[in-house]
């Protein structure tokens, strides 16, 4: 992630902010960081991902949606008290969420609450922030599930809230992936890191 040098920004600022660029950035104490792009491997996993998640949400007939580009509010950071949003790879949230972001026609589709889900594909610069900062993160906020897709390690690591604390489970090679959230969700780790 590359730091864009701004002012310090509060959480209602960042939601208005316009440099007049389509660039994407998180809030990480107050300061601007720009998302990069996803490499074609990182984007096939998530297209994959939405299309799959997608697929149970109609056979259920969940109220929920998978988007991408939807940003999550995690608070303030405890050592310096300012603001940090980031934007998860993928997210799935509830009908009534995306009508709350909807409602909001000058505002940056950011979500002031947990989503029931959220993906991070972790790319080289992201490593230590997918692995322990987000998860530290969004831990706090309260996220139920939460999964780290890593291309270079073979593995996708499922982590669901358990009194408070993530509970991890790895899945490598043919072993099915097991989500609360998607309880028929069919694919392995080893199908989903070849897409």
Known sequence: MIKT???TLTFEEYLTYDDGTDNRYEL??????????????????IDLLSDTFRAEITTKSHSWIVKR??????????????????????CVITQAQW???KADKKAAAVLRNPPLLVVEVVSPGSKKTDYETKQSEY???????YWIVDLRKFKVSVLFLV????????????QR??????????LTAEQMLAA
């Open 5 to 7: 040098p701004t002012p």
């Open 28 to 45: 990480v104490n107050g300061e601007l960081v720009m998302v990069p792009l996803p490499t074609a491997d990182q984007s096939d996993v």
């Open 69 to 90: 580009d939807v940003g999550v509010y995690v608070g303030t950071a405890p050592d310096t008290g300012k603001d940090r949003s980031r934007t998860p790879d993928l």
């Open 99 to 101: 009508t709350g972001l």
């Open 139 to 145: 831990k706090t906020i309260g996220i139920p599930e």
């Open 163 to 174: 009194n408070g604390n993530y509970q991890i489970t790895e899945f490598t090679g043919n």
């Open 177 to 186: 992936i097991v989500s609360q959230a998607f309880s028929e969700f069919t």
